[in-house]
């Protein structure tokens, strides 16, 4: 069971940035669909961005302020967030998908806020 840990929340105000690590237990390949979601109290999961074989997808409510990145070496993978609004307030979570695979980390808490 491959283990992810999520680190790099914490309190921003308004229009600040901050990175999120995922740190994999295993080898990430590429064709690994990484993703990055949030959620809040009482609302869905949302899909925030993603990558797979060299492929970014992003929720446009975050596109232009948030990149996601791998690094193969680290088995890692970021999000950077920029311009950050209160609405990016929520759990951030790390997701695997791939060889039979759909694995979460805990998550990391992200609050935008004055």
């Known amino acids: 069971q491959v283990q992810l840990v999520e680190s790099g929340g914490g309190l921003v105000q308004p229009g600040g940035s901050l990175r999120l690590s995922c740190a994999a237990s295993?080898?990430?390949?590429?064709?690994?669909?990484m993703g990055w979601y949030r959620q809040t109290p009482g609302k869905q999961r949302e899909l925030v961005a993603n990558i797979g074989s060299g492929i970014t997808m992003y929720a446009d409510s975050v596109k232009g302020r948030f990149t996601i990145s791998r690094d193969s070496d680290k088995n890692t993978v970021y999000l950077q967030m920029n311009s950050l609004k209160p609405e990016d307030t929520a759990v951030y979570l790390c997701?695997?998908?791939?060889?039979?695979?759909?694995?979460w980390g805990q998550g990391t808490q992200v609050t935008v806020s004055s």
């Open positions: 295993i080898r990430i390949f590429s064709f690994y669909i």
């Open positions: 997701n695997l998908r791939g060889a039979g695979m759909n694995s």
